[in-house]
């Protein structure tokens, strides 16, 4: 059994890219992993098997944004548009928990492109997807006040307890604000009795209230 059996996405590709990538076994890494920075050469195609790597981008102060993650059945957009069109990296990736992964090297990935129309539709489709929440993203930041982007994340990443395991500076990344930031914010949100906060967790009290935030839109 190849580890492209785990994804369904693969399992519609031809026997001879299936049996291609079986070629290329699966590596294990651990959570805190750096798989790439700014500047590095695009090696491969990354393929998540399990865990999830997230894609920042960091700026000159170290003040960084999660673009993306990558998880099971998802693209890394670097990635594809660095074998696509040349480019070095311009992010950083890091492996949010330990991770078993697959890289398909760019001779591999760009002959699969070339001579199987479903793997190359499945790249595509992925890519574009991922394109389409990266203009989600950009609205958000562009469009979105703070505390309407702190007020959708946290309804969209607690648990069926209300219960979130993160960090301010978890939580500043993915929304693309400052941690000091999100901490005035969080603190505020607790003082209204919309949330809870305990070191490195917040729970939810109130989620009508934070609908009602997360759907002000305006700057």
């Given amino acids: ?30 959570a805190g992993a750096v798989l790439f920075r700014p500047g590095d050469t695009v090696r491969g195609y990354v393929i998540v098997l399990e865990g999830r790597v997230g ?3 960091v700026g000159p102060t170290g003040r960084d ?20 069109g040349g480019e070095d990296y311009s992010a950083e990736a890091v492996a949010d928990r330990p991770t078993r992964l697959v890289l398909l090297p760019r001779v591999a990935f760009l002959d699969l492109i070339d001579t199987d129309p479903a793997f190359r539709a499945l790249v595509f489709a ?34 069926a307890d209300g219960r979130i395991v993160a960090t301010q500076q978890e939580i500043a990344s993915a929304i693309g604000s400052a941690r000091e930031v999100v901490s005035r914010r969080l603190d505020a949100l ?30």
């Fill in 1 to 30: 059994m190849s580890w492209s059996d785990d994804l369904p996405d693969l399992r519609g590709l031809g026997p001879i890219a299936r049996a291609r990538l079986a070629t290329y076994a699966p590596v294990e890494v651990p």
């Fill in 55 to 57: 894609v920042h981008l």
């Fill in 65 to 84: 944004i999660l673009l993306y993650d990558v998880t099971p059945g998802k693209s890394c957009i670097q990635s594809t548009l660095g074998l696509l």
């Fill in 126 to 159: 992925a890519f574009a997807e991922r394109m389409q929440s990266m203009m989600q993203l950009l609205e958000r930041v562009a469009f979105q006040r703070v505390e309407a982007r702190l007020a959708g994340w946290l309804l969209a990443h607690a648990d």
């Fill in 190 to 219: 607790s003082r209204s009795g919309a949330i809870e906060t305990r070191r490195g967790e917040v729970r939810l009290v109130d989620r009508d209230r934070l609908r009602r935030l997360a759907e002000d839109m305006a700057i």
